[in-house]
């Protein structure tokens, strides 16, 4: 079964600090997307980042990277030079094809807290 | 980019009321729209995918004679929530995607359902 895990519930970092928010996941698709979303208070779904699993170079998409080790089956998100307006949750997905239909499985999240 | 919108943005109701929820795909087509619940604290989960024209499929434990989903047009879909009950209250919000944009789903803004 498609699975993703996100073992930081939350993380506190300094601003201007880069941060890595961790994300691994299981399937045995060969074919398959992974994404990271950005959820402010305001509940909106905000897409970041995306990575397909034969991309041979990792996605970066201003200060958002993501760290794709396929072997390890991890997807990291990197953020450089954060900032204030970063605090929010994140949530890392995979879209798999189940039962023949297009679907997005979600992490749990990580609620990520930029102190000034 | 792509725009989806929700109506409405809120709703408070009495308990055993319907409340009907619109997602709209503004500058495009969407053939498939997802919806997803997302419980305070929690993950979103999906609910539901709907094809235009055809039945929504729903996920396992979601009672389709209480979430009724109609996909009319290909920029809108509806969900109501039939005799809705206050463990009906959370966060609602849909997704669309297109064919050729499998690298994401476009979200809406959400629907904060509260039910008394």
């Known amino acids: 079964a498609q699975k993703i895990t996100q073992t930081q519930p939350g993380m506190f970092v300094q601003e201007k600090e880069a941060v890595t928010l961790d994300c691994t996941y299981d399937?045995?698709?060969?074919?398959?997307?992974l994404f990271w979303y950005k959820q402010p208070s305001s509940g909106e779904m905000i897409f970041l980042i995306y990575?397909?699993?034969?991309?041979?170079q990792n996605a970066t998409e201003g200060r958002y990277s993501l760290n794709f080790q396929k072997a390890r089956k991890s997807a990291n998100l990197v953020i450089s030079a954060s900032q204030l307006g970063d605090s929010a949750m994140y949530f890392c997905?995979?879209?798999?094809?189940?039962?023949?239909?297009?679907?997005?499985?979600f992490g749990q999240g990580t609620r990520l807290t930029i102190n000034p | 980019g792509a725009v989806v919108s929700q109506h409405p943005s809120r709703v408070i109701c009495k308990s055993g009321t319907s409340v009907k929820i619109e997602c709209r795909s503004l500058?495009?087509?969407?053939?498939?729209m997802f919806w997803y619940r997302q419980f305070p604290k929690q993950s979103l989960m999906l609910m539901a995918t709907?094809?235009?024209?055809?039945?929504?499929?729903?996920e396992q434990g979601v009672e389709k004679d209480k979430f009724l989903i109609n996909h009319a047009s290909l920029t809108l879909s509806t969900l109501t929530v039939t005799s809705a009950h206050p463990e009906d209250s959370s966060f609602y919000i849909c997704?669309?995607?297109?064919?050729?944009?499998?690298?994401?789903?476009?979200f809406g803004p959400g629907t904060r359902l509260l039910v008394l």
């Open positions: 709907s094809n235009e024209g055809s039945k929504a499929t729903y």
């Open positions: 990575q397909g699993s034969y991309d041979e």
């Open positions: 500058d495009f087509q969407a053939t498939t």
């Open positions: 399937t045995s698709d060969q074919s398959y997307g």
């Open positions: 997905a995979m879209r798999s094809i189940i039962q023949g239909a297009q679907k997005l499985v």
């Open positions: 997704s669309a995607s297109y064919p050729g944009g499998e690298k994401t789903q476009y």
